[in-house]
């Protein structure tokens, strides 16, 4: 049974788009094998917890369309499913490895550690734990049953080195005197990051970790641990992180990075999975465009490439007009109305729908509706008009002879008006279009005026008159 899993941490606004390009690895390949999906929240770290972040992460991934099969918010076999309400296991497991050898107690003070660090880091040594309390773990013991002193656990960290496959990147082999005795037990009771996930993952019977690069170096002793512990090894597969588009580290200091940014640009959901799904992955067939089930029934573990994938919100965009313009407009309609609405801006319907039409080839996200079209639903402040702007009061006079409204007419008049004035077209026409819609740039100018209507139209343009 392949069973995957993401496990974010409540430490952020919301989930990272690279967070989600490795949970969409993670769900196609148990839907794929007919497994399931678990979301399990690592939030031992209390000192960087943001309040409502595990909801809004939970949130935000249903709302991507990544549903877990199991996690804290639809339970499952194997709960709970944060880590803050498992403290009793990882204490119970930690003390199995101080038990059977594995790991030791110790007892160092803060002060006594840093001090350590900075003399190997001084010395140019690898900066790790001397074992002092290892060598006299008697002593140590006596001194917390007797004085209650305040003591971690530390993982015992074995001679030779450690030997791993990684589905990616191949074989790893490691030299252990390089790692540290790892703390697996916090003097507050709480699991580091490694206990908590090797303990997690062997009891959620967790078989592939599919996670990003970062965590590589920190597999060996995760190996280590189930080696200790005696259980069988999962598939590891360590993916590339997503780079800005100048190959740097993608991080909020120089682009948004937080998921539902782009879903409350109206993006598609659709689309930024697509997107996201060739981030380090190639469509066997090469195209770029494609379904969550094609994904699915396509994607395979062994084809992640190790080439850093460079993620482009230009280049997201562009797909996501790919998806705009082969929806209905009817339902297009429907989304720009609810987007909005969830703005708490209220459109009139019956304008949306007869101007997209006119937007659909233009907008590549919801959020460019409105600045194309604001002016449909109220006048809008006009741009400063050209000394030519003194011919408007020809246009309104033109355009009150009109008795039929339609941009065919609207346009084959206002091209007579032009030759007429001596005026060329394209400086005709930007100066009607400044006046109607205060812009420069703006739907089909005719179009627009056939919509918004003979009174609207000249209601505005006397204003200038």
């Known amino acids: 049974m392949v069973r995957t899993r993401i496990a974010p941490s409540p430490t952020g606004a919301d989930v990272h788009v690279g967070s989600i390009a490795t949970a969409l690895m ?60 498992r403290l009793s296991i990882y204490k119970k497991y930690a003390e199995e490895l101080v038990a059977s050898g594995k790991a030791y107690y110790c007892i160092c003070a803060p002060e006594r550690l840093a001090k350590m660090r900075q003399d190997q880091q001084a010395k140019k040594q690898i900066p790790k734990y001397d074992r002092l309390c290892f060598h006299d773990q008697k002593n140590v013991i006596k001194k917390i049953r007797n004085d209650q002193l305040p003591h971690v ?20 082999v490691i030299n252990n005197e390089n790692l540290d005795d790892q703390v697996l037990l916090k003097s507050d009771g709480f699991p580091t990051y490694h206990l908590g996930v090797v303990v997690d993952d062997h009891l959620m019977k967790i078989s592939h970790i599919i996670r990003g690069e970062e965590w590589l170096p920190s597999t060996p002793k995760h190996v280590i641990l189930y080696r200790a512990f005696g259980w069988e090894l999962p598939a590891f597969a360590h993916v590339s992180l997503l780079r800005n588009p100048d190959r740097s580290k993608l991080s909020k200091r120089k682009n948004p990075v937080w998921t539902s940014w782009y879903l409350d640009l109206g993006i598609y959901p659709e689309a930024l999975l697509n997107y996201l ?84 080839e233009r907008i590549k996200k919801l959020s460019d509706y409105l600045p194309l079209c604001e002016f449909f ?89």
């Not at 656990?153 to 790893?172: A, C, M, N, S, Y």
């Not at 919100?313 to 407009?329: A, F, H, Q, S």
């Open 26 to 85: 993670n769900f196609a390949w148990a839907k794929k094998n007919h497994g399931q999906f678990v979301i399990r929240i690592e939030d031992t770290d209390r000192t960087r917890i943001v309040p409502g972040g595990e909801e809004k992460m939970l949130d935000t991934l249903n709302r991507i369309g990544l549903q877990a099969d199991e996690s804290p918010k639809v339970g499952g076999p194997y709960a709970p499913y944060r880590q803050s309400e």
């Open 153 to 172: 656990i530390r993982l015992l960290i074995p001679d030779g080195e450690t030997k791993f496959q990684d589905v990616v990147r191949g074989e790893i």
């Open 277 to 360: 799904a060739l981030m380090g992955w190639s469509h066997p067939e090469g195209k770029e465009k494609f379904s969550l089930e094609e994904y699915v029934e396509k994607f395979d573990i062994k084809d992640i490439q190790t080439s850093a994938p460079v993620f482009d919100p230009v280049k997201l965009e562009w797909m996501n007009g790919l998806y705009i313009r082969e929806t209905k407009n009817s339902i297009l309609k429907d989304q720009i109305l609810e987007f909005y609405k969830a703005k708490k801006v209220d459109l009139d319907e019956k304008i949306v729908e007869k101007t997209i039409p006119l937007v659909k």
């Open 377 to 465: 639903f109220q006048p809008v402040q006009r741009l400063s008009l050209e000394k030519d702007s003194l011919y408007i009061k020809s246009v309104y006079e033109e355009l009150k002879t009109i008795t039929d409204w339609k941009a065919e007419i609207i346009g084959e008049r206002m091209l007579e008006l032009a030759k007429k004035l001596g005026i060329k077209n394209s400086e005709f026409f930007m100066t009607v279009r400044i006046a109607i819609s205060g812009k420069k740039i703006t739907p089909p100018l005719n179009e627009s005026m056939e919509i918004l209507g003979k009174e609207e139209c000249l209601k505005r343009l006397d204003s200038l008159v």
